[in-house]
């Protein structure tokens, strides 16, 4: 039995939240029609240089729909497909989702949170798109409901983050994460493993910076290079700067990365899963992420090690 209260080696967000809220947490997107200071000219047009949220939506995330008409659609697309869930909440995840006043945050937030199914809040949004009015505003709702706020870290390396145009700093995401902690909101952050730049021994590094947040939840994303963003342009003309992880050879590494990850951080997902249509560069076929989460369960067993073995 590991400090997670269970034998799988690793600490699955999944299941803690069916030991503690005794179902399944599942999220259900929905797009409330926010931008992202990097794209509408408060910090830039470009975007990160990964970027296209368009085509990741489910169909039925369409902001011209108001929310609870997408919460009513998303149900019923869900429900057909996990019938044992009974805890839903709505996951704000397209663009940033802290980016508008706080009168018009509290807004949508009421609105999603009054649907008689939802039970709290994913927030998705960037570490410089936050402050302690806002942060107020999401403790107290976090008060009566279950709110997460997640963080697009990316990176632990400023010139990384300088390189894909991210346009805030770690100390922005550090700074975001300590004021999240601080007012009791449960944090999670979003790392990419495999940005340009960064040598595998780098990326496994960013480890003690990670161990070192105040931060519940992370989800890992390998790099992929999806059509239409910046980072397609650069692909194709300078392959040699990129160095895309194939899936053995990722499962390996995020296998590594567990074993020094803090034991208490759930981990929400070790990887991405995007449309194989949409990616232009290194693919994986069509595996789902159920059959990646099986490898890298099956490649700590065969290292016979588990999350947090080597935390420092
Ligand atoms: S990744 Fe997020 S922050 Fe970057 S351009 Fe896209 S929506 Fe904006």
């Known amino acids: 039995m590991y400090p997670w209260g269970n034998t799988r080696r690793f600490n699955s967000w999944s299941d803690t939240a069916r030991r503690i809220y005794g179902s399944r947490v599942q999220k259900l997107t929905v797009n409330a029609g ?12 470009g975007g990160c240089t990964f970027c296209n949220n ?7 995330c369409d902001p011209s729909k108001s929310i609870e008409q997408q919460i009513d659609q998303g149900l019923r697309f869900i429900r057909k497909r996990y019938s044992r869930a009974s805890m839903f909440v709505a996951y704000l995840q ?13 807004q949508v937030y009421r609105d999603a949170l009054s649907h008689p199914d939802i039970s709290g809040l994913v927030i998705g949004t960037r570490p410089d798109c936050i402050d302690p009015g806002k942060l107020d505003l999401i ?6 409901y279950f709110i997460r706020l997640e963080y697009g870290v990316e990176s632990c390396y400023d010139r990384t983050l300088k390189r894909i145009n991210r346009g805030h700093s770690v100390a922005d995401s550090e700074r975001a994460i300590m004021m999240t902690a601080e007012r009791g909101i449960k944090c999670g952050i979003h790392l990419i493993m495999g940005l340009p730049g960064e040598s595998r ?6 480890v003690d910076v990670v161990n070192k947040l105040p931060i519940d939840t992370i989800k890992f994303h390998q790099l992929q290079i999806v059509k239409g963003t910046a980072m397609e342009g650069e692909y194709e003309q300078n392959p ?6 194939g899936l053995k050879d990722y499962i390996s590494f995020i296998a590594e990365f567990a074993e020094r990850l803090r034991p208490d951080i759930a981990v929400d997902r ?5 449309p194989p249509r949409l990616i232009a560069g290194k693919r994986w076929g069509n595996v789902r992420y159920d ?4 490898m890298i369960e099956k490649r700590l067993e065969e290292m016979d090690t588990w999350q947090g073995r080597l935390c420092k």
């Open 94 to 106: 397209a663009y940033s989702n802290t980016h508008a006043s706080r009168e018009y945050l509290e």
């Open 139 to 144: 403790a107290d709702l976090a008060s009566r």
């Open 54 to 60: 368009e085509g990741f939506n489910p169909s039925y």
């Open 201 to 206: 021994q780098q990326m496994l590094d960013q």
């Open 240 to 245: 040699e700067n990129f160095d895309l992880f």
């Open 291 to 294: 059959r990646v989460l099986a």
């Open 34 to 45: 926010f931008s992202c200071p990097n794209r509408d000219g408060t910090l830039g047009f």
């Open 270 to 274: 070790f990887a991405g899963e995007i």
